[in-house]
């Protein structure tokens, strides 16, 4: 617990200099406050950027009291996606919502844009900036068919969002400001104006890795968290006990889009396979895929390229065998869960359109997790 309490302390001091300063304090992330999510470790960033060549980058527009929302890009490598595409799969859990380019990935397998998450009346233009940057790219100027993949929550409460406040700049910096290393979580980019189980929501990444016996291989996830349910941490009853869950207090029933990166090498197949059991993630934290959430899995593997238009006939390909992969579901489904629990935990408390979204209080939840016997488990693997 001293790992914890030492956050607790910076965090009560920190948050006693909001009044002064503006600042919101630095918010931990789960593992910072001893909660360790299933029995693998995590990569160096626990992050979906802990797979190789992967980049995030992130557009956050805040103006007035209003506009409250932006854009996340995930790019599976920072070369000519149209060109060298990436096998991908999509899971649909849930279709209440306005995946774009869904239909394509589900006929080809695979992905030849970044993956953008908006808000879901932005969906289109933030389509057409994906298109006009893909088109713009050396290479592309015979192009005459994108299809980009482009994904959305409702961020109506926190954000006008008829105002449809992201345009084609925003997209651009965010997939021209995509980087590797740690990504930031919270109220940012497409989770500025998102609430999720109760509380402010956002983004939320984490990564797992096989040990060598297992293949080796790397799993990481993003969310964009937007859900309502009642809240779980690794087990605990923690919005029971805050009081703070569905039908005890109005929550929307949102939606939430998950992002899966893996070095493994797989098939569309088995990717689709690996997407589906990230929701298993989602139900541990306490979603249940209301009627109005719009549920939805993107995956991709950075394993093998697919040229744009290769010469020869056939492609060889190693693959991970189907008898293998129960290894990467597992640690698809322990990603997903910590990601969703570092949104909340690192989101702060936002004030928008129609009200307050309020951070969850992370004193109270680290007591319950006490309480409960679910801290500081460590990993197996």
């Not at 002064?20 to 630095?26: E, H, K």
């Not at 919502?97 to 397998?109: D, I, N, P, S």
């Not at 408390?349 to 992370?362: L, N, S, Y």
Request: charged letters at 20%.
């Amino acid at each position: 617990m001293k790992r914890a309490l030492v956050w607790l302390v910076l965090l009560v001091m920190a948050s006693s200099m909001v009044g002064s300063s503006g600042v919101q304090p630095d918010r931990p992330r789960a593992r910072d406050v001893g909660i360790e999510i299933g029995i693998f470790s995590p990569g160096k960033w626990n992050a979906i950027t802990d797979v190789d060549g992967v980049l995030v980058g992130q557009k956050t527009i805040i103006r007035g009291k209003d506009i409250r929302t932006g854009v996340t890009a995930i790019l599976p490598h920072s070369g000519n996606l149209f060109k060298e595409k990436v096998q991908g799969a999509i899971f649909c859990g849930n279709g209440f919502g306005k995946l774009a380019g869904y239909t394509q990935v589900k006929e080809l397998g695979t992905i030849e844009t970044p993956i953008l998450l908006t808000n879901t009346l932005s969906v289109p233009q933030v389509a057409d900036a994906v298109v006009e940057y893909m088109l713009s790219l050396k290479g592309n100027e015979d192009v005459r068919s994108v299809n980009p993949v482009v994904g959305e929550t409702n961020d109506g409460y926190l954000n006008d969002i008829r105002a449809r406040a992201v345009t084609k700049y925003d997209v651009f910096d965010a997939i021209k400001n995509a980087k590797s290393g740690p990504v930031e979580e919270g109220s940012i980019g497409a989770g500025t104006g998102t609430m999720c189980l109760g509380w402010k929501g956002g983004i939320g990444t984490s990564s797992r890795v096989l040990p060598e016996s297992m293949g080796g291989y790397t799993v990481g996830v993003l969310v964009q968290t937007n859900f309502g349910g009642i809240l779980s941490i690794n087990g605990a009853p923690v919005g029971r006990e805050l009081g703070n869950f569905m039908y005890a207090k109005e929550q929307d029933e949102g939606s939430c889009m998950v992002v899966v990166a893996t070095d493994a090498p797989l098939t569309a197949k088995d990717l689709e396979r690996l997407a589906s059991r990230a929701l298993y993630g989602l139900a541990r934290t306490g979603g249940f895929g209301s009627n109005g959430s719009g549920d939805y899995v993107i995956a991709f593997s950075t394993a093998n390229i697919i040229e744009n238009s290769p010469r020869d006939i056939t492609r060889n390909e190693n693959v991970v065998n189907s008898d293998h992969l129960s290894p990467l579901f597992c640690a698809v489904v322990e990603a997903t869960e910590e990601a969703i629990i570092n949104s909340l935990l690192k989101a702060t408390t936002v004030e928008g359109f129609q009200g307050t979204a309020e951070a969850i209080p992370i004193d109270k939840v680290v007591e319950i997790c006490e309480r409960h016997g679910v801290l500081n488990w460590g990993p197996v693997y």
